[in-house]
């Protein structure tokens, strides 16, 4: 039971030392010990970041980053002890793998936390129920489902539309189709199809697909922030 200052106790122990040890082992007892009670650093990265997007930002929206607020050659203090990356708006594909969920509002021009990697609830746009993956959007505040992208979602509300989602960041699922154009540049297209309304150029190191015309369908795989081909359909008459 608590006690009052100057009561007895045995050995060198003060009352105020005596009741905050009472206390934890109380809560020890009775409280939640779900997923509410984990510590963040124990399910995701967790860094600073300073939201230089232009718009005030929710808990759950995304941001990329550029750069780091302090480099360790201007403040190495800072660099090791507070490191805080430079947020900004995405830009698709070239920020493809540097998504940051917000863990808490924050103001444009000011630092907050965000999730780097690791499991994390996070706002998700989903476009078809039973998507497994999401991406970075060009210049989107939230994450984007398909059946690629560069977070798995764990788990959805239901329904279609802007939703929390509970999401994996880093656990990726980088092949995409695309709908060629021309000259490098194509549509891309999730793994079913399904449009993204994202035009990127693919690379053909080998030359190996030069006989694709406008509109052929083909697989490729993203590495960063680039896109290559790895198999279309046979071309008949060659």
Known sequence: MP?????????????????KVE????????????????????????LNIKNSSGVNLLRGQILSWSSVVYNHSYDSTEYWRRP????????????????????????????????????????VDIKKVGDAYAYLGDSANNLISSTSGDAKILQA??????????????????FWQVSVIGGGSAALLGMSGEPTGIFVTVLDPLAMFTDLKSGSRAFVKQVGSEFYYIQAPCITGV
């Open 3 to 19: 006690v009052r200052g100057g009561q007895p106790l045995d050995g060198n122990i003060q009352a105020s030392t005596w009741n």
């Open 23 to 46: 206390s934890f082992f109380d809560g020890e007892g009775t409280s939640y010990k779900g997923v509410d009670a984990l510590p963040l650093d124990s399910r995701c990265s967790v």
């Open 84 to 123: 805080t990356l430079q947020g900004k708006l995405p830009a698709f594909p070239q920020d493809a793998e540097k998504i940051a969920v917000l863990q808490e509002p924050i103001k444009n021009g000011e630092i907050g936390l965000a999730a780097v990697g690791g499991i994390t609830p996070a706002v």
């Open 157 to 174: 509300e239901g329904g279609l539309g802007p939703q929390f989602c509970l999401v994996s960041l880093g656990t990726s699922q980088h």
